[in-house]
Structure formats: structure tokens, C-alpha cells
């Protein structure tokens, strides 16, 4: 949560493994914000359709109403004159422009709300995710419990028919539990990773 209040508009970000609680603090803090009587808006990527196509909804079942956008520039055009709370969840999905608009709206004074993957299954960073948190005024790490050893966990496994996937793997693949399971650095697992990633 916001230990400080900054003056006019900021961005928080909440980040982490998948079954980290990424979305139920999510929907903590709109309602809270709601309590507070601020008027909030929260936006989800077309892209998943889990649980629901028109609420953000976590992995515990707790859920709140959402509109469905396909590129992060929607919600300056369907922003309402009147709100004061932006919420954007799985916000890796979309592309860079998401972090023009989330400075936009913390510019004109909006408190934005914005969670995502910081790692995708390779544990590379998720689309996005770096640019939004370097802009964010407060970014929350959560962390989930490592289904092999019991540590925090950091990282997401992908497991295909049982197998950790490969690094090759195209990175987009929507899913819950069925796919992914949450593991600590020491017991995720990415065959075909090369040591070193990035060229010079
Ligand atoms: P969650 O963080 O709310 O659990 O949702 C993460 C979504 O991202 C879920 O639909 C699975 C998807 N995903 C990918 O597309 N690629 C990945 O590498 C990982 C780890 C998750
Ligand atoms: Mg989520
Ligand atoms: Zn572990």
C-alpha cells in the first residue's frame, strides 16, 4: 500500500509470480478506494479470458467488474470526466504505449493502479512490466510459495504435459493452474536457456 501520499497524481505498481495475489490486492485497493468515495475505473486486456471476459477476477475467486480493452491508448478515450482511480490488471499483456498512458493520467493528478508479471516462464522481463516500473512512484513484489520446496517464490514455471517448457516456447500462453505453478529461483527450471541472453 501507499506508505506516502505523493502531491497530485502517481503510479503503484503490484508485481510477482502468478498466485502471488496480484489481483486480489488489486481489487483490495479499489475498494478501498471505493469506500473513499473515489471514482474508480479498472481495465483488463481482451487477451485474457480466464475467468471472466468483463471482471478482473484472481485465483481465490474474488472478482470486480472491468472493461475489456485491446491497446492501453482505449482508456484515454473511455475515461470518464469524473474519475480519479485508473486500475489496469495484467497490464504485461499490452504494449509500451501503456506506459504513456499511465503517465499521462498520473500527470493530470490520477492515482493509477497497475499490476502485471514482472517475469514471464523463462523469468525474462514480461513486455512492459521494466518501463511501467521504473515510472511508478511505489512497486510492490509479491510473492507466492514455491510448490516444490515451500520458499517464497519468484518465478512461474511453465510445464507442458508435466515438462518444464522450453525457452523457445512462444511467450504468450494464457492459463492458470493447469500450466503454471509458482517456484523459487532454485527450483525453476527453463532447458535451452542460454547463459548469456543478451548480446553485447
Ligand atoms: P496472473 O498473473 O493473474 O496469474 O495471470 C498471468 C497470465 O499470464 C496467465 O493468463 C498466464 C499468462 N502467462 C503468459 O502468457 N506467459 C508467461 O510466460 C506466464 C508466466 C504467464
Ligand atoms: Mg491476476
Ligand atoms: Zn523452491
Same mark, same amino acid.
Given at each position: 500500500?501507499?506508505?506516502?501520499?505523493?502531491?497530485?497524481?502517481?503510479?503503484?505498481?503490484?508485481?510477482?509470480?502468478?498466485?502471488?495475489?496480484k489481483?486480489?490486492?488489486?481489487?483490495?485497493?479499489?475498494?478501498?478506494?471505493?469506500?473513499?468515495?473515489?471514482?474508480?475505473?479498472?481495465?483488463?486486456?481482451?487477451?485474457?479470458?480466464?475467468y471472466?471476459?468483463?471482471?478482473v477476477?484472481?485465483?481465490n475467486?474474488?472478482?470486480?467488474?472491468?472493461e475489456?480493452?485491446?491497446?492501453?491508448?482505449?482508456?484515454?478515450?473511455?475515461?470518464?470526466? +469524473?474519475?480519479?482511480?485508473?486500475?489496469?490488471?495484467?497490464?504485461?499483456f499490452?504494449?509500451?504505449?501503456?506506459?504513456?498512458?499511465?503517465?499521462?493520467?498520473?500527470?493530470?493528478?490520477?492515482?493509477?493502479?497497475?499490476?502485471?508479471?514482472?517475469l514471464?516462464?523463462?523469468? +525474462?522481463?514480461?513486455?512492459?512490466?521494466?518501463?511501467?516500473?521504473?515510472?511508478?512512484?511505489?512497486?510492490?513484489?509479491?510473492?507466492?510459495?514455491?510448490?516444490?520446496?515451500?520458499?517464497?517464490?519468484?518465478?512461474?514455471?511453465?510445464?507442458?504435459?508435466?515438462?518444464?517448457?522450453?525457452?523457445?516456447?512462444?511467450?504468450?500462453?494464457?492459463?492458470?493452474?493447469?500450466?503454471?505453478?509458482?517456484?523459487?529461483?532454485?527450483?525453476?527450471?527453463?532447458?535451452?536457456r542460454?547463459?548469456?541472453?543478451?548480446?553485447?
Amino acid at each position: 500500500m501507499p506508505h506516502f501520499q505523493p502531491k497530485g497524481g502517481w503510479i503503484e505498481i503490484i508485481c510477482g509470480s502468478m498466485f502471488s495475489g496480484k489481483t486480489e490486492e488489486l481489487i483490495r485497493r479499489v475498494r478501498r478506494a471505493e469506500i473513499a468515495r473515489q471514482h474508480v475505473q479498472v481495465f483488463k486486456p481482451k487477451l485474457d479470458n480466464r475467468y471472466s471476459v468483463s471482471e478482473v477476477a484472481s485465483h481465490n475467486g474474488e472478482q470486480t467488474p472491468a472493461e475489456v480493452i485491446e491497446r492501453a491508448s482505449e482508456i484515454l478515450e473511455i475515461l470518464r470526466p +469524473e474519475t480519479t482511480v485508473v486500475a489496469i490488471d495484467e497490464a504485461q499483456f499490452f504494449d509500451a504505449q501503456v506506459a504513456d498512458v499511465a503517465r499521462i493520467l498520473a500527470d493530470r493528478g490520477l492515482r493509477v493502479i497497475i499490476t502485471g508479471l514482472d517475469l514471464d516462464f523463462r523469468a +525474462e522481463p514480461f513486455g512492459p512490466m521494466p518501463l511501467l516500473m521504473a515510472e511508478a512512484e511505489m512497486v510492490d513484489k509479491l510473492h507466492a510459495i514455491c510448490v516444490v520446496c515451500a520458499a517464497p517464490a519468484s518465478r512461474t514455471q511453465r510445464l507442458i504435459n508435466g515438462q518444464p517448457a522450453n525457452y523457445t516456447d512462444p511467450v504468450i500462453l494464457v492459463g492458470a493452474s493447469e500450466v503454471y505453478e509458482a517456484r523459487c529461483r532454485d527450483c525453476h527450471k527453463v532447458p535451452g536457456r542460454p547463459e548469456l541472453v543478451r548480446n553485447e
